[in-house]
């Protein structure tokens, strides 16, 4: 008998709508691929929550199992990569788009998507991280290159409570940047000092001006997780030779922006992509997050559910309501 499991499948009525259900499910229900993993933990995203409620731009076929993270123990794999035992965590590739993915307790992938933890990161931290923490990461990485380093100037942090924000605040903290955090949520300062913020300003301070062709220079760097008129004020008021990152879209896909950041003060402007992040860079990301660039606080940036849970959650993030990363114990289930 093939072995049984619990996952969360999305599926396509004959009207066109969309239902999510926690089924059972058995291996044999799995695409193929060289890499069976008993999954432990997952982690929520917007991505997820799009490909949950069928987002065309996110998953196509269906039923569907959602989830970009997974993390957990080598059941089978048909190469000689890792063995069984061994504790692997994957984040993205085509995982929980259109390869059913960490939202069920067993996942079948290529072996090239799966890394070994690195030295100092525990299966639950990788995926308390997961793609934000990747994200994030590859987005400080990118200031780095750029030339923004700890005492360059104050460092802007757009959608701070988000997923991705909430790491790079606390990468950033930790290593010593003056971190301004623009936030909708004014309950939520307090919890943004703790993870490393120096200040807090809301998103009407960030956009007052934002209609002037330039305003005042005052961001040494930005991470920018949201997008539309929000990246157009971060650009806008970017220092000479500063540099943005550009990582989310959550307040639109559209830059309404003229070129004077870029020719007038040689504002940076970086894309980060998660999804096909060549492997070698994804490795050095993470063994600094396993290290010096790891947050003291993770356990606080979390909050923890079972795949029972999850429906409740995929509601609230597609809602903004989200305060801290949805961690997903496969294991409680």
């Known amino acids: 008998m093939a072995t049984q499991f619990k996952a969360l499948l999305v599926e396509k009525t004959a009207q066109g709508d969309f239902t999510r259900s926690l089924v059972t499910r058995t291996l044999d229900d799995l695409p193929q691929g060289e890499l069976v993993v008993k999954v432990h933990?997952?982690?929520?995203?917007?991505?997820?929550?799009?490909?949950?409620?069928?987002?065309p731009g996110v998953t196509k076929e269906f039923p569907h199992t959602p989830g970009i993270d997974a993390a957990g123990t080598v059941v089978s794999c048909s190469t000689s990569k890792v063995q069984p035992g061994e504790e692997v965590f994957l984040t993205s590739f085509d995982l929980g788009m259109e390869t059913d993915g960490g939202f069920g307790q067993y996942i079948r992938v290529p072996c090239r998507w799966a890394q070994r933890l690195p030295e100092g990161l525990?299966?639950?931290?990788?995926?308390?991280?997961?793609?934000?923490?990747?994200?994030?990461?590859?987005?400080?990485s990118e200031l780095i290159r750029n030339g923004v380093a700890a005492d360059s100037g104050p460092v802007l942090v757009t959608g701070a409570t988000g997923g991705v924000g909430s790491m790079a605040v606390a990468i950033l903290g930790k290593l010593g940047y003056e971190v301004v955090a623009?936030?909708?949520k004014p309950d939520q300062e307090d919890y943004l000092k703790r993870l490393g913020a120096s200040r807090i300003i809301s998103r009407e301070t960030l956009l007052s001006g934002c209609e002037r062709p330039l305003m005042k220079p005052t961001w040494a760097g930005v991470v920018d997780c949201v997008g539309g008129d929000m990246l157009v004020a971060a650009l806008k008021s970017t220092r000479y030779d500063g540099a943005v990152t550009s990582c989310g879209l959550v307040a639109s896909a559209e830059l309404n922006l003229n070129v004077y950041p870029f020719i007038l003060r040689?504002?940076?402007?970086?894309?980060?992509?998660?999804?096909e992040c060549p492997m070698?860079?994804?490795?050095?990301?993470?063994?600094?997050?396993?290290?010096?660039?790891?947050?003291?606080?993770?356990?606080?940036?979390?909050?923890?559910?079972?795949?029972?849970?999850?429906?409740?959650?995929?509601?609230?993030?597609?809602?903004?309501?989200?305060?801290?990363?949805?961690l997903i114990n496969l294991l409680a289930d």
Request: net charge neutral; glycine share 10%; aromatic share 4%.
């Open 41 to 55: 933990y997952s982690s929520l995203n917007y991505k997820d929550a799009l490909s949950a409620t069928g987002h």
């Open 182 to 184: 623009v936030t909708g």
């Open 266 to 275: 040689a504002v940076h402007l970086a894309g980060i992509d998660s999804a």
């Open 122 to 140: 525990s299966l639950r931290e990788s995926m308390i991280l997961g793609t934000a923490g990747l994200t994030a990461g590859q987005s400080v």
């Open 280 to 326: 070698n860079r994804r490795q050095m990301i993470w063994n600094r997050l396993a290290r010096e660039w790891k947050p003291d606080n993770l356990e606080e940036m979390c909050e923890e559910v079972g795949l029972a849970g999850l429906d409740e959650k995929i509601e609230a993030i597609l809602k903004g309501q989200i305060k801290r990363r949805v």
